[in-house]
C-alpha cells in the first residue's frame, strides 16, 4: 500500500522561503515518476513540478528558477524548496506518485502573504 504524507506547509510572507517534505511509504519515491501539484481556491489542481521516470524534471513556467524538487532515497521523501514565494503561489499543495496508478497525499497548505 503506498502512503505520501506531506509535511512543511504554513504562512509565509512574500519574498520568503518554504521547504515542503513528501514522505512516501510502500515503494520507492527516488525511482518513480511523481510531481507536486497545487491547488489555489477556486481553481483547478495544476501541476508544480514533474519528474519523469528518468529523472527529467519539469518546472513550470510560474516556479521556474524559484522552486526546486529534491528526493532522498534513504529517507524515501521528496522535497520541494520553495524560494521567493509570491502571493500566488497561496494553496494546498500535494505530492503523486505514479506507480500503475496515482497516488497522492493528504496536501499541506502554503499562503503567501503580500
Known amino acids: 500500500q503506498v502512503q505520501l504524507v506531506e509535511s512543511g506547509g504554513g504562512l509565509v510572507q512574500a519574498g520568503g522561503s518554504l521547504r515542503l517534505s513528501c514522505a512516501a511509504s510502500?515503494?520507492?519515491?527516488?525511482?518513480?515518476?511523481m510531481g507536486w501539484y497545487r491547488q489555489a481556491p477556486g481553481k483547478e489542481r495544476e501541476l508544480v513540478v514533474g519528474?519523469?521516470?528518468?529523472?527529467?524534471?519539469n518546472y513550470a513556467d510560474a516556479v521556474k528558477g524559484r522552486f526546486t524538487i529534491s528526493r532522498d532515497n534513504a529517507k524515501n521523501t521528496a522535497y520541494l524548496q520553495m524560494n521567493s514565494l509570491k502571493p500566488e503561489d497561496t494553496g494546498v499543495y500535494y505530492c503523486?506518485?505514479?506507480?500503475?496508478?496515482?497516488?497522492w497525499g493528504q496536501g499541506t497548505q502554503v499562503t503567501v502573504s503580500s
Open positions: 510502500g515503494r520507492s519515491i527516488s525511482i518513480n515518476p
Open positions: 519528474i519523469t521516470l528518468g529523472g527529467r524534471t
Open positions: 503523486a506518485l505514479f506507480v500503475g496508478g496515482a497516488y
